[in-house]
């Protein structure tokens, strides 16, 4: 089973202490964040991060914000960062894919933070897709892609998504809302599954509503993962 974890963790301009203890507490295989440290420092601020936290530093580059950390229990086999489509006058996205095994499985896992305009994250969700399946079968990994979708069930970005892999909340009850961290009435946070993997749960961690609050505006998600 391979724990994966999506967490928007706004440049750590929140309490620090508290996203490190919040990211212990949920113990992914596979962190991906968005709004990751990217300008003064941000090699260094990420690896921190990552070492507080108890992982290591996978895959991401400075544009878009967006990383994949990694824990002890997997392998990693590849990391890189891709820049997406730039539109003018919009920030420059980009997405973070880790290939990783654990338990003789390999999964490719992908962090994408889309943009605020409804345009732009349709096409960006076209591109991202492909990318991801092409890294899959590239390593013969099992596809997941996971972040900040700014947008809600339903909507385009999010209907070509789940038209292609699996919304691990889907049948867990409750609403999932993720954002914002305080009082959280939207789910704009996400996991996406690919073919040949079965959801075993999903949501948002049952950790310290005071940390969930402290560490960030949105809260993580959360979901277990096992190969069919």
Partial sequence: MLRVATYNIRSLRDDR???V???REVRPDVLCLQEAPRLLRWRRRRR???RDAGMSVAAGGRVGGVAVFVGPAVRLLHGSGRRLRWFAGLEWRAIAVAVVEKERTRYAVCSAHLDLVAGARLR?????????ERTARRFGALPVLAGDINEQPGDPAWRYLTGRYADCFIGEGG???TF?????GRRIDAVFAGAGLSVVSCG????PPGDLRAASDHC??????RPL
């Fill in 124 to 132: 960006h969700a076209t591109q991202i897709v492909p990318i991801l």
């Fill in 180 to 184: 914002p961290a305080r009082a959280p």
């Fill in 220 to 225: 993580p998600v959360v979901a277990d993962l």
């Fill in 21 to 23: 203890r919040v990211i």
């Fill in 17 to 19: 202490a508290a996203l």
């Fill in 175 to 177: 609403d999932g809302a």
């Fill in 204 to 207: 948002c961690p049952d950790v």
């Fill in 48 to 50: 921190e991060l990552a």
